[in-house]
Each structure stands twice: as C-alpha cells, then as structure tokens.
C-alpha cells in the first residue's frame, strides 16, 4: 500500500519542482521553401535517387498543400535569385499570400539578395539581414544585338520582308541600329516592367514606391540601408533571427523540415536487397493512368517550328520543335478522341501548318478534325491577323481598343 503513496508523491513533487514552461512546452513545425535556378512549365523526368525537379506547377502545389496542412505553423522562405519573369513572380506571390491568408506566417533571412529576391521576399512578414548583407538591385533593362555591319564584312547578306512598322523580328540582321518603333516598343515593355517592380515590392512592404525606387537608382545597399528605407526589418545574426521566429510564434522548440512533399532518398548501400530494388525502379517505365472520364490533351509547342523531328538538347534544356513531331502528336490526341486546342494565343501554329489545306491521305483518321476545327481556327487565325497588324501600325488613342478587341 505504501508504494504507489511514494510513486505519487514523487510525481507531484517532480510537477512542482518543474518549471512551467518545460511542463507546457510548444513546438512549431516550419517548412523550408528554397527558390533557385529555374522552374519549367514541363514535367521533369523521375529522379530514381532522389526527388523529381520541381517545375512551375509542381512548386504553386507544395506551396497550396502546405496551405492545407494544419501541422504547418509558418514558411521559412529562401530566394537565392531564381530565374522567374514577371508573371511566374505574381503566382508565386498569389499562393503565398493564400498561405498567410490561412493563418500562418512567412519569414525571410538574407544574406544576399537581387532585384528577383526582393520581389518574392516582399510577402514575407518579417524580413532580417546580418549586419554584413548587402544587395545589388540592377534595374530592369533590355538589349538587342544587331550583326548587319559584321554579316556584311563576311559577305553575307539576310533577306528580311518587313511587313509592318511594329514588326521588328529579325530587323537585327537587316539592320545596323534599331528602328524607332522597335525602340519605342522596348521602351513601353522596360518601363511597364519597371513601374510593376515598385508595385509589387511597395504593396508587399506597406511603404511608397517612391522608395523602391531610391533603391533600384543607389543599385548597391547595405543592411542598414534597406532598413532605412523599410525594405527589410530588422538587423540581426542568424542565431537571433530563429529565436525571433520562435518568439514571433510563441513556441518554444521549431521543427524545420526542408524537404516538405518531396519523396525523400533512404537507401541502405550495405543492404544488396535493396540496390536490387532500386534499379528495377530505374529500370521500370512509369504506369500509365487511365480513366473512363472525358479528357483534354493539351499540345505543348514552344519555339520556331522546323521540318523533320524534334530534337532535345544536349544540355538538357530547351531543343526544336519539328513539324512531324508536331503533326503526330495532333493524330495521337484525335485517336484518342482528345479534341483540344494548344492555346488560343497560339493559332498561328495552325496557320502556319495550313491545316485547311492538308490532304485527307495524310490525316485519314481526322476528317472532322480537319474540317471543323481547321477551317474554323484559320478564320479566327485571319481575323486576329488584321487586328495584329493595324496594332502594328496603330500605336495611339486606339491602341487600348484594339488590345481589348484582340
């Protein structure tokens, strides 16, 4: 009888003896989201040793499923200059403002930092830099290289039918400077581009374009002057930066997990099982999945068509884009019963193939393809032609309307 009096005398004097907080501790669990290099629109091939490149789409859906996870208190948020336009900048920043709008919390620690890091780091809730941090913002800029003078040196000339006063494609090579609409093109995109950097960065830090733009002119900051001018927070080691996020969340312990929703690679080398196993994985194409649901195939075409195959490039990246690859792809979506368009900013393609004039002997399984579709596009295709080039020699109180009407 005497022994569980003692076991819970002994509990209770451990629960008082205790500090609190050690009796009520917290943890948080943040998630590391690290931008780098590039984000393609394309489905990476499977990596048999690790996790799948993220692509574009890939990475809005980590973000999204990260916004759906209740275990997930906040996004510690890494931008090491990746190569993004614009418009990949504003999706990004879209899915991580859903992600606070859920509640939770962004932060950011910089060490170095571009123009392209300030863009994406603005939605973060707290910035910090090390007294030592310095940025370099380079502006926006365009440039075009014209080669007519060194083509002539080497007695070759380029033959370029110009059909529009806004139409500059490959005026470098039949020109020796650049045309004055060219010019005031380049201009209009540099200078849009320009005023949406100060938009975003401004909105994102709560503080006037007018300093943004002091920034992007002084070019190189310190630490202290991005403070000066609200770009960041605070000024503080990396050690005091996590005991701020702690703080900032009321824990007392974080759990960073930088590998979130990705297959992690756990092989046991000692194990031969298990290399066994590894390369049947290599070895095995991927299941295809089907469904009995009505699909939409979508033709991806990227670059200037030329005759023949497609070719990837040896680089991994990039490549050409053939007619045949092109023609076979549209009869692999028709056999399937896939009807679908690549995207109507892009008809010129069917232009550009003549699917109007294509023999039945050489598409014999899509006659109504042929028809409906290929006469019905190259209409549509003939009137955003006219539209296209009375923009090209239109470029005033009109040009909105037409914009709209394209």
């Not at 943040?30 to 990475?59: A, M, S």
């Not at 023999?359 to 028809?371: A, F, H, Q």
Request: aromatic share 8%; with cysteine.
């Amino acid at each position: 009888m005497k022994t569980p009096v003692i076991i819970a005398l002994l509990v209770a004097i451990t629960l008082v003896c205790t500090p609190q907080a050690a009796v009520w501790a917290k943890e948080a669990t943040v998630i590391q989201l690290r931008l780098h290099d590039t984000y393609e629109d394309t489905l990476p091939p499977e990596n048999p040793f690790g996790p799948r490149l993220l692509h574009f789409k890939g990475l809005l859906d980590l973000i999204r499923e990260a916004t759906a996870d209740q275990n997930i208190a906040a996004l510690y948020l890494k931008s090491e200059s990746p190569r993004l336009g614009l418009a990949k900048v504003r999706e990004l920043l879209q899915a991580l403002q859903e992600f606070k709008a859920a509640g939770k919390r962004i932060y950011a620690f910089v060490e170095h930092a571009h123009l392209v890091d300030l863009l994406l780091l603005s939605v973060a809730d707290r910035i910090e830099m090390p007294d030592a941090a310095s940025v370099l913002l380079s502006g926006v800029s365009a440039e075009a290289l014209y080669v007519k003078d060194f083509l002539d040196k080497l007695g070759i000339k380029m033959l370029v039918t110009h059909i529009g006063n806004y139409k500059a494609a490959f005026e470098n090579f039949a020109r020796s400077d650049m045309s004055p609409e060219f010019h005031e093109m380049l201009e209009y995109l540099v200078e849009s581009s320009y005023q949406a950097v100060q938009e975003i960065i401004a909105t994102g830090r709560g503080i006037p374009p007018a300093r943004v733009a002091e920034a992007i002119d002084r070019a190189f900051l310190s630490a202290a002057d991005l403070k000066a001018l609200g770009l960041i927070d605070t000024i503080v080691p990396r050690d005091l930066f996590w005991a701020g996020v702690k703080a900032d969340l009321g824990v007392d312990t974080l759990k960073l997990v930088t590998n979130y929703g990705r297959k992690a690679f756990n092989v046991d080398l000692q194990n031969p099982f298990a290399f066994i196993k590894l390369l049947t994985e290599i070895l095995t194409p991927p299941k295809k999945q089907s469904t009995s649901t009505p699909k939409l195939a979508l033709v991806y075409a990227h670059g200037i068509i030329r005759s023949g195959k497609s070719q990837k490039s040896l680089f991994g990246k990039g490549g050409l884009m053939g007619s045949d690859t092109l023609v076979e792809a549209l009869q692999t979506a028709t056999e399937l019963r896939m009807y679908a368009l690549a995207a109507q900013g892009k008809l010129w393609v069917w232009g550009a193939l003549r699917i109007d004039r294509w023999p039945e002997k050489l598409l014999p399984r899509i006659p109504n393809l042929r028809v409906l579709h290929g006469i019905e596009l190259l209409a549509n295709y003939r009137r955003l032609t006219e539209i296209t080039r009375t923009l090209s020699s239109n470029r005033g109180p009109r040009h909105q309307e037409l914009f709209e009407a394209l």
